[in-house]
Nanobody, 119 residues
Framework: QVQLVESGGGLVQAGGSLRLSCAAS??????TGWFRQAPGKEREFVAA????????VYADSVKDRFTMSRDNAKDTVYLQMNSLKPEDTAVYYC??????????????WGQGTQVTVSS
């Protein structure tokens, strides 16, 4: 079992930046992803990274604005979010799965961190 804890959310103005962190309770070789859910909307995929950081995948809506990375020495993954837009407002969740191909069916999920972008 893996516990995931997100941090770094907050309130930011449009055009600003935030960096989210997701810390795992133990060392794993899992791929990790970020998802988000806005009020009244379904949860959507944002980005994912392979266990060694060699491969990343992004949703079209965040490509060129968000960057995902990981530090396996700290069992932590990051989501650097730049040029934030009001439509990025959501609760952001991290999730872990055996591989990138299965990240959308991840078994382990964090509790989420709120990101609010004001216009």
């Amino acid at each position: 079992q893996v516990q995931l804890v997100e941090s770094g959310g907050g309130l930011v103005q449009a055009g600003g930046s935030l960096r989210l962190s997701c810390a795992a309770s133990r060392r794993t070789s899992y791929a990790t992803g970020w998802f988000r859910q806005a009020p009244g909307k379904e949860r959507e995929f944002v980005a994912a990274i392979s266990w060694n950081g060699g491969n990343t995948v992004y949703a079209d809506s965040v490509k060129d604005r968000f960057t995902m990375s990981r530090d396996n020495a700290k069992d932590t993954v990051y989501l650097q979010m730049n040029s934030l837009k009001p439509e990025d407002t959501a609760v952001y969740y991290c999730a872990a799965a055996p591989g990138l191909a299965t990240i959308r069916m991840a078994t382990w999920w964090g509790q989420g961190t709120q990101v609010t972008v004001s216009s």
